[in-house]
T-cell receptor
């Protein structure tokens, strides 16, 4: 069936370094790709999203890039800070309007 | 605007029992989605309701069911509980289906003994 693969499952980076999380989707009709952040003990929250008519979107230290041909999209976090420690989920919207979620990436920021 | 609320927040049941969880969406939101989250696992999609109709359903057994009322409030029911049903159940509301931000509730922590 349709799925979204997310890598890596765990990412550990030094504070101040950059972090990149990649997702690959299978439904070529997908046209909306959100990223959610879930801090420990809290609910997931949308941090950034991108639609298929653009290739990149930035919001301060975070950015998302989309490669429709290769069917993958990535989350980039620059100058990582302790508060970036969380689980990040990517998702892709199928043509039937169902969001298909990645398995999540646990991001650890080392001081 | 009040956020998404879920009741109860914690629940302890025994195997074989059934349980009903409730979700009140943000005012004006007409879509409600339900997810199961277990430790170390991601967000497992259960189902989505829009205007009282189930639009999408995940790969869960028929013991998991849901419904949505005319005021957009939603309930999910799990019958014949199993130990493996112990999880955090999250609901999320959005204005509509498609490319709308989902706002998550705090979740209901279900423990099956």
């Amino acid at each position: 069936g349709e799925n979204v693969e997310q890598h890596p499952s765990t990412l550990s980076v030094q504070e101040g370094d950059s972090a990149v999380i990649k997702c690959t989707y299978s439904d070529s009709a997908s046209n909306y790709f959100p990223w959610y952040k879930q801090e420990l003990g809290k609910r997931p929250q949308l941090i950034i999203d991108i639609r298929s008519n653009v290739g990149e979107k930035k919001d301060q230290r975070i950015a998302v890039t989309l490669n429709k041909t290769a069917k993958h999209f990535s989350l980039h976090i620059t100058e990582t800070q302790p508060e970036d420690s969380a689980v990040y989920f990517c998702a892709a919207l199928r043509s039937n309007y169902q969001l298909i979620w990645g398995a999540g990436t646990k991001l650890i920021i080392k001081p | 605007k009040a956020g998404v609320t879920q009741t109860p927040r914690y629940l302890i049941k025994t195997r074989g029992q059934q349980v009903t969880l409730s979700c009140s969406p943000i005012s004006g939101h007409r879509s409600v989605s339900w997810y199961q989250q277990t430790p170390g696992q991601g967000l497992q999609f259960l189902f989505e309701y829009f205007s009282e109709t189930q639009r999408n359903k995940g790969n869960f057994p028929g013991r998991f069911s849901g419904r949505q009322f005319s005021n957009s409030r939603s309930e999910m029911n799990v019958s014949t509980l199993e130990l493996g049903d112990s999880a955090l159940y999250l609901c999320a509301s959005s204005l509509g289906v498609g490319d709308n931000e989902q706002f998550f509730g705090p979740g209901t922590r279900l423990t099956v003994l």
